[in-house]
């Protein structure tokens, strides 16, 4: 009986933080339809994508993408290292090492001359 009760608690509990990220996620998405300036979208897009790495990690680095090519637009080399620390973040979740390491590499050699 108590085994049940904990995973109809768990099962309840995690809906609920999954709801609030679905909600967090549409509330950017509205955001980032309304922001005219490249650097904003970036930001936004880079929340998006934290939001997604858990649940749905291809939708995370569909976000990740769009966030570096507007960064790169942009030629903001603080916020062009960010997008890469991130995608090392993205690469280190999903077990691909090789990646991880290079992306953080990316950002660090950026940082480093920043």
Do not use: C
């Not at 934290?50 to 960064?71: F, G, H, M, Q, R």
């Amino acid at each position: 009986m108590k085994n049940r009760f904990i995973i109809l608690f768990y099962l309840g509990f995690s809906s609920l933080l999954l709801g609030q990220d679905v909600a967090n996620i549409n509330k950017l998405k509205k955001e980032l339809q309304q922001e005219l300036v490249d650097t904003s979208k970036v930001t936004i897009h880079l929340k998006i994508a934290n939001l997604y790495i858990k649940t749905k990690p291809d939708s995370s680095l569909v976000n990740l993408t769009k966030a570096l090519e507007l960064a790169k637009k942009s030629a903001n080399q603080l916020i062009i290292a960010r997008v890469y620390n991130r995608f090392g973040y993205y690469y280190e979740h999903i077990d691909n090492f090789k990646d991880a390491i290079k992306n953080y590499n990316d950002a660090f050699l950026i940082y480093e001359r920043l």
